[in-house]
């Protein structure tokens, strides 16, 4: 089992930042991605960025040149830097890990960019 704790959500004015971060703990020795989805109201779950262990990484086209996914190994924690936010940016945001095939989600973090 893999357990995901995120943090960091919060309001914040267009042109502002935020950091999220998802910390794992469990059974994550055979982590093949780790990335951050998003769900605003009344829309399907999108992905936001992925890395996988090779360090490669996927931004949504949305978001790039503004979002930055990045990891720290020795606390098995993922982040996501989000710069020049936007009110389309408004969403519950989610960890996901994918270990061993299985797919894992954290319990989600609200991001409100509203002035």
């Known amino acids: 089992q893999v357990q995901l704790v995120e943090s960091g959500g919060g309001l914040v004015q267009p042109g502002g930042s935020l950091r999220l971060s998802c910390a794992a703990s469990?059974?994550?020795?055979?982590?093949?991605?780790m990335g951050w989805y998003r769900q605003a109201p009344g829309k399907q779950r999108e992905l936001v960025a992925r890395m996988r262990t090779s360090g490669t990484t996927d931004y949504a086209d949305s978001v790039k040149g503004r979002f930055t996914i990045s990891r720290d190994n020795a606390k098995n924690t993922v982040y996501l830097q989000m710069n020049n936010l936007k009110p389309e940016d408004t969403a519950v945001y989610y960890c996901?890990?994918?270990?061993?095939?299985?797919?894992?989600w954290g319990q989600g973090t609200q991001v409100t960019v509203n002035s």
């Open positions: 469990g059974s994550i020795f055979n982590t093949v991605s």
């Open positions: 996901r890990w994918v270990v061993a095939g299985n797919a894992y």
